[in-house]
């Protein structure tokens, strides 16, 4: 589409000017008739004119929203078997307001629950959007009971992305609820869960 017509300056050098709005109604003059030369010989632009994008049939403008439609979070689990030594444990977590992604799961901070590799957890909540996630795990089973955390600890740390804002460090109704939790000769056991939620701070604007 035409939208730009071309003049050759003195100097060489080429310079764009948008046509007028008579001309892209279908009336062309001859292309130079608004450019003129002064005394010094240089060239005389003309007035600005309405740009063709304006008004009707102008190009959208495109604005990026000042709050993120997903977040990213960070949820610290701790397990607190209150003196009883802690053998396995298994959870719920669920959240009202918005769905979410498990993006990644960490093994919690006591050596009796290091196997190298993440806690056990529903795969379901990695392919897509859900709002429930469970997970559990046990410790080493070669342990006595000695060796096992008998005071609150970090069992894991849940990567998650959030199909929606959620504001700096403000937790979007996380629940969590502590299905079992057993001792290393698989006896339940009293314990609480707790966690702590972490949102990476956005960069602030200049």
């Given at each position: ?141 070669q342990l006595d009971a000695d060796q096992l955390p008998n ?10 992305m959030f199909d929606g804002p959620v504001r700096e460090n ?37």
């Open positions: 589409m035409k939208v730009l017509f071309i003049v050759l300056a003195l100097t060489g050098t080429l310079a764009f000017h948008p046509l007028s709005p008579r001309e892209r109604d279908g009336v062309r003059g001859d292309a130079t008739s608004d450019v003129s030369s002064t005394n010094d010989g240089q060239i005389a632009r003309p007035s600005p004119q309405p740009s063709p994008w304006e008004g009707e049939g102008a190009i959208p403008v495109i604005f990026v929203p000042d709050e993120p439609t997903i977040t990213f979070a960070t949820l610290d689990i701790t397990i607190d078997p209150q003196g009883n030594p802690l053998g396995a444990y298994q959870f719920e977590l669920t959240s009202n307001d918005v769905s979410f992604t498990v993006v990644g799961v960490e093994a919690g901070e006591h050596a009796a629950f290091d196997h190298g590799r993440p806690p056990y957890f529903d795969p379901v909540a990695k392919q897509g959007e859900t709002d429930r996630l469970i997970l559990a795990e046990y410790a080493k089973p005071e609150s600890t970090r069992v894991a740390t849940v990567h998650i403000e937790d979007p109704t996380i629940q969590l609820k502590l299905t079992a939790a057993g001792n290393a000769e698989g006896e339940r056991i009293d314990a609480q869960i707790s966690h702590t939620f972490r949102t990476p701070e956005r960069p602030q604007s200049r």
